[in-house]
């Protein structure tokens, strides 16, 4: 898809993060840019930010678990910009531990945000997109993890995590294929490890599902969220379906698929 100054872009958990590196990057594309985010004062800082720097930018509180929420803003998004050509469905959270040790609570919590938030996003926008005049795109934050199980130590296990994005991905996939004939792209956005405060989302954590907790391990080291938010124009632009980061998980993503094959290899034999 083109992208021309002064179309739209919705970016989710915008407030820090590789959100708010998307949100960087498409305001220096020209674009207008609305940052949704369950900290609406972390929100409204990288807003000003923008609008500082001489841009168009508005902050809108999301819980992207709630379906009411981001109904609400699509609405305001649309009231304000007219018209969306890129959802980035991108808040996420994650918990350590391993499946079994996993609660009920750490289930809900997770799957709301990493799931059930871009199933929200969808619908509330994709019924918008498909009446609108000209092209729009749509960008769903996956991970690596989503594609392919690679050695974590004990304290790292994410099982929760991983499940949740390699669902995000086949959502993807799958929305890939039904939303061609609109003329919609879809990317499945899948870094490999991305400076963040994701490690610390339990700060958000609601208490009904066991409320705020401090950061269970240290902050990752990796890309900075422009570098990867720059990636992620550039598939948008090029209409790809996937954006990988980084070329180390290759070898793994390579023995999954050599697994399956050999699978599918004992029938024939």
């Given at each position: 898809?083109?992208?021309?100054?002064?179309?739209?872009?919705?970016?989710?958990?915008?407030?820090?993060?590789?959100?708010?590196?998307?949100?960087?990057?498409?305001?220096?594309?020209?674009?207008?840019?609305?940052?949704?985010?369950?900290?609406?004062?972390?929100?409204?800082?990288?807003?000003?930010?923008?609008?500082?720097?001489?841009?168009e930018a508005i902050a809108v509180l999301?819980?992207?678990?709630?379906?009411?929420?981001?109904?609400?803003?699509?609405?305001?998004?649309?009231?304000?910009?007219?018209?969306?050509?890129?959802?980035?469905?991108?808040?996420?959270?994650?918990?350590?531990?391993?499946?079994?040790?996993?609660?009920?609570?750490?289930?809900?919590?997770?799957?709301?945000?990493?799931?059930?938030?871009?199933?929200?996003?969808?619908?509330?926008?994709?019924?918008?997109?498909?009446?609108q005049d000209g092209a729009a795109y749509?960008?769903?934050?996956?991970?690596?993890?989503?594609?392919?199980?690679?050695?974590?130590?004990?304290?790292?296990?994410?099982?929760?995590?991983?499940?949740?994005k390699y669902a995000v991905v086949g959502?993807?996939?799958?929305?890939?294929?039904?939303?061609?004939?609109?003329?919609?792209?879809?990317?499945?956005?899948?870094?490999?490890?991305?400076?963040?405060?994701?490690?610390?989302?339990?700060?958000?954590?609601?208490?009904?599902?066991?409320?705020?907790?401090?950061?269970?391990?240290?902050?990752?080291?990796?890309?900075?969220?422009?570098?990867?938010?720059?990636?992620?124009?550039?598939?948008?632009?090029?209409?790809?379906?996937?954006?990988?980061?980084?070329?180390?998980?290759?070898?793994?993503?390579?023995?999954?698929?050599?697994?399956?094959?050999?699978?599918?290899?004992?029938?024939?034999?």
């Amino acid at each position: 898809m083109e992208i021309q100054p002064g179309d739209a872009a919705v970016i989710t958990g915008a407030g820090s993060g590789l959100g708010e590196g998307l949100a960087q990057v498409c305001h220096e594309a020209g674009m207008r840019v609305a940052v949704a985010d369950i900290e609406l004062d972390e929100a409204e800082r990288v807003a000003s930010a923008i609008r500082e720097a001489g841009g168009e930018a508005i902050a809108v509180l999301t819980d992207v678990t709630d379906p009411a929420s981001v109904e609400s803003l699509a609405a305001r998004a649309y009231e304000e910009f007219g018209e969306v050509r890129l959802l980035c469905n991108n808040a996420g959270v994650q918990v350590f531990d391993s499946i079994i040790d996993t609660s009920a609570d750490d289930w809900s919590w997770v799957l709301g945000v990493n799931l059930h938030g871009v199933i929200n996003g969808v619908s509330a926008f994709v019924p918008r997109m498909r009446q609108q005049d000209g092209a729009a795109y749509i960008v769903n934050t996956g991970s690596i993890s989503g594609c392919a199980p690679y050695p974590r130590p004990t304290t790292m296990l994410a099982g929760a995590y991983i499940t949740s994005k390699y669902a995000v991905v086949g959502l993807t996939e799958s929305l890939h294929d039904e939303l061609e004939p609109d003329g919609i792209g879809v990317t499945a956005l899948c870094p490999a490890g991305i400076r963040s405060r994701i490690f610390d989302a339990a700060r958000n954590r609601p208490d009904g599902l066991g409320g705020p907790a401090p950061a269970s391990v240290d902050q990752w080291e990796g890309m900075e969220p422009a570098q990867i938010g720059r990636m992620v124009l550039d598939a948008v632009r090029e209409d790809r379906l996937y954006v990988f980061t980084d070329t180390w998980p290759r070898r793994f993503i390579e023995r999954r698929h050599e697994r399956m094959m050999a699978a599918f290899d004992l029938l024939e034999a």
